[in-house]
């Protein structure tokens, strides 16, 4: 055997924590915030401030296109408050096929490759319009909040 030394499973793990340990450097707890200055107070990040958008849409063709989404079993797909499930969320800004009212009404009507059927043959022009008048309406302070439609009429209704 060489004169070269032997290095032992223990050794090797002990330098790879210890790069570890350096490399990642934990996160140190952040100071609290100084609220007796206005401009460094604590933001409000309740779920009612967070990333709201602006609506001016029709907000009972909103509610209308909240029922046929639901009517329609579209939730079974895109979540039951259209977040996303196997089929992409509806709430977010950047879609795969573009955002613009007439793209939504193509995906819709036409259908997409992978799983996004064509309910051309199943809703009018004015029931897709609908929807996108709801899809427009999420994240915002328009947006409808029943989960359920009511049975007894058919029609949802605004709390």
């Known amino acids: 055997m060489s004169s070269s030394r032997k290095v032992t499973a223990p050794a090797i ?15 140190e707890a952040a100071p609290p915030a100084d609220t007796t200055h206005p401009s460094t107070a604590a933001v409000d990040t309740t779920v009612a401030q967070v990333a709201l958008r602006p609506f001016t849409g029709d907000t009972a063709k909103a509610d209308a296109g909240r ?11 895109h979540g039951g408050l259209a977040g996303g499930a196997m089929g992409p969320s509806l709430r977010d800004t950047t879609w795969k096929y573009g955002g613009a009212d007439s793209l939504i ?10 799983g996004m059927p064509a309910w051309g043959n199943q809703l009018t022009t004015d029931q897709i ?6 899809i427009r309406s999420l994240r915002t302070t328009a947006e409808p909040q029943f989960f ?3 049975t007894k009429d058919g029609v949802a209704k605004r709390s």
């Open 67 to 77: 029922l046929i989404f639901l009517q329609k079993n579209c939730y079974s797909c």
């Open 129 to 134: 319009d609908e929807l996108i008048v709801y």
């Open 148 to 150: 359920f439609w009511e």
């Open 13 to 27: 793990c002990a330098a790879a924590l210890l790069v570890l340990a350096v490399a990642c450097k934990g996160k």
């Open 105 to 114: 009404f193509h995906s819709i009507h036409d259908g997409r490759p992978m």
